[in-house]
């Protein structure tokens, strides 16, 4: 299916500056910044800077600089954050299934306690 971008989601107005974030990092392509709702004691939102709406319309659509980017920022992230010997889980929703609230993509990075089975049942 082709992805339909809205310029209005809040991720495009933080990216724009219209709202504030407690940004992690960032690079020329990428964007890492807290969660305003905490679920674990880390946990950090990383969104390209293009108009994507999901991994998979990411993963098809951007260039190649912007998927590297985008992925070795995630590894910087985990360095800074001090995850790997702990462990850490990403997330990323999609559409309607995968309960998703803001139409921007962003993996979720989760750590710093245990985070139990991956899903839970409904
Ligand atoms: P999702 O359900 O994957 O779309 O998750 C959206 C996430 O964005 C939620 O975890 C929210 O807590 C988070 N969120 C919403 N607004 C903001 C904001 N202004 N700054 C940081 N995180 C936000």
Sequence with gaps: MAYTYDPENIFAK????????????????TLAFEDIYPQAPIHVLVIPKG?????DH?????????????TRTVAAICKKLGVEGDGWRMISNAGQN???????????????RGLGRMLAKV
């Design 98 to 112: 995968g309960v998703q609230e803001v139409p921007h993509l962003h993996v979720h990075i989760l750590g710093g």
């Design 58 to 70: 990411f993963a098809s659509d951007a260039s190649d600089a912007e998927i590297l980017d985008y």
């Design 14 to 29: 933080i990216l724009r500056g219209e709202i504030p974030n407690r940004t992690v990092m960032e690079t020329e392509h």
């Design 51 to 55: 108009p994507y709406v999901t991994y």
